[in-house]
């Protein structure tokens, strides 16, 4: 066993952890916007890991970038996508409160 393939392991472990805790407060969270924070904890944490685990273990090439790639654009995707998301909920409910 390699120390890349230890430290792949250990990205996937962190990552899968994330998208599991936070699938499980998905279910569990009450609110709509507390199952939405949970939720963009997942794409901050959970997917960069788990694309950094994948490309540490493809080694250096093209691979490996792509999934960086994807990693960073998820990363930077993601928050951004949660705060539209939970904007429109607010404005639809100031509207439904009319």
């Not at 507390?34 to 901050?44: D, G």
Request: hydrophobic residues 60%.
């Amino acid at each position: 066993m390699t120390s890349r393939h230890v430290l792949a392991l250990v990205l996937l472990a962190a990552g899968s952890g994330a998208l599991l805790l936070a699938a499980a407060a998905l279910v569990r969270l009450p609110g709509r916007y507390l199952r939405l924070h949970a939720l963009s904890a997942a794409s901050t944490l959970g997917v960069p890991l788990t694309a950094a685990a994948a490309a540490v273990e493809t080694g250096p090439g093209r691979a490996a970038g792509k999934l960086l790639l994807i990693g960073a654009l998820v990363l930077a995707a993601g928050p951004v996508t949660t705060m539209a998301i939970g904007r429109l909920t607010v404005r639809l409910d100031a509207e439904r409160a009319r």
